[in-house]
């Protein structure tokens, strides 16, 4: 009988895959066997997992009982087996698909006894009653030996990146205001022993959240310019340059979110690093990511009303007849806010009775204070009018 198990469900790929194949001979007589050869379904690491041992025909008649080749009724014998696996291989599985023993040699007689996968078939009824029966009293068997149904088949193993060690932190200050450019500071530090190169970022509006979120959603490195549509969501493999051990660097990441609510934004980090396992030389691609929810609030509470030049609230406008626009702006952001300038742009079917000139340029307002603007305007008579005109466009800037 036959069982592989890999020591681990995954293994990194800068540790070597490590596993196990135990055999059992059930007839009465011992059984000295010339090979061993387990086979993947990636076959460039067959030829690292072969014993082989050239038995002369005295060997076979003395000393059957003694060596890794010999199989003895009643015990479980354990082939220890390792090798590199290839950096191409992370994130795909490894699996064993046969393991072969060989009894005899190639010139003379020669038997080989193939197990399909990992060997016995652990989902077979017999089996299944023989691991019943063995969660009864077992006898009590020296350290070095294992109960053979205590044996579980694990034939297939991950490959996984190797464990970063870089530190990535995020700097900002929540909550984002509606269309402002907000910083995000990234900082990734590298805490390697070696030189890291190749480093790479990736950061913007983690990927698989509402379809509406990416198309409201901007990011650039450069805060002195305002992100319009063409901008993207994420920005990818940005080039960072190369890493020294305990070097750091800083990058600024500016965000334009036009609609409230909540956003996650993704930070990843990769690069490359040699490193040796088993005396072998290879190049690691790492990676770590750091996420963060950010809100997205309004700045401004904007109300406007229609009155009277005696400040009488007015349900509707009169032909010819002067009216004042009032506008009210009450901060609603947790930070103080400078509102730049205002500007009333007024629709074709709408006139001014006086110069539109902006009355809160510079005003600074604290969370819960507000501003107020007041327009006198006309609307003049163009016939027969029937359903409401269009006053125009109340455009604001500002900044924090």
């Known amino acids: 009988q036959c069982k592989a198990k890999f020591h681990a469900p995954s293994f990194h790929v800068d540790v070597p895959v490590q596993f196990d194949i135990y055999l059992k001979a059930d007839c009465p007589h011992p059984i000295r066997f010339s090979k061993l050869c387990v086979s993947f379904n990636n076959q460039e690491y067959n030829q690292f997992c072969v014993i082989e041992e050239a038995s002369k025909a005295n060997e076979v008649l003395e000393n059957l009982t003694q060596g890794k080749m010999c199989l003895v009724p009643g015990k479980t014998r354990k082939l220890l087996f390792k090798f590199v696996a290839k950096t191409e291989d992370v994130g795909k599985k490894i699996e064993i698909t046969s393991v072969d023993l060989a ?122 310019e305002l992100c319009d549509e063409s901008y993207p969501a994420l920005l990818t493999d940005i080039p960072v340059g190369d890493l020294h051990p305990g070097e750091q660097l800083e990058k600024m990441l500016y965000v334009r979110c036009g609609t409230v609510g909540s956003r996650m934004f993704l930070v990843y980090v990769s690069y490359l690093i040699n490193t040796t396992v088993e005396e072998k030389e290879i190049v690691c691609k790492c990676h770590k990511d750091e996420t963060v929810t950010i809100e997205t609030v309004f700045p401004f509470d904007v109300a406007v009303k229609f009155v009277s030049t005696k400040f009488e609230h007015l349900d509707r406008v009169y032909a010819d007849i002067p009216f004042l626009l009032m506008t009210d702006l009450l901060s609603a952001s947790p930070w103080a806010l400078t509102i730049v300038s205002s500007e009333l742009q007024l629709a074709p079917s709408m006139t001014t009775v006086d110069q539109l000139e902006s009355q809160v340029d510079n005003v600074i307002l604290q969370t819960g204070e507000s501003a107020s603007e007041c327009f006198c305007l006309q609307c003049p008579s163009l016939g027969n009018v029937e359903g409401g005109v269009a006053t125009g466009h109340y455009i604001i800037s500002w900044k924090r």
Not at 149 to 165: E, G
Not at 178 to 203: G, P
């Open 103 to 224: 009894l005899g040699n190639e010139t003379g007689r020669c038997v080989v006894l193939n197990w399909q996968g990992g060997g016995g078939d652990a989902a077979s009824s017999q089996e299944a009653l023989q691991a019943a029966r063995s969660f009864k009293r077992r006898p009590k068997l020296p350290d070095n030996e294992v109960h053979w149904d205590s044996i579980i088949i694990q034939a297939s193993t991950m490959i996984i990146s190797r464990v970063p060690n870089i530190s990535v932190h995020l700097l900002h200050e929540p909550p984002a205001l509606t269309n402002e450019m907000y910083c995000l500071v990234v900082t990734v530090q590298s805490h390697e022993k070696t030189q890291i190169r190749d480093v790479k970022l990736t950061a913007g509006l983690k990927p698989g959240q509402d379809a509406n979120l990416t198309q409201k959603t901007h990011v650039t490195l450069h805060g002195t």
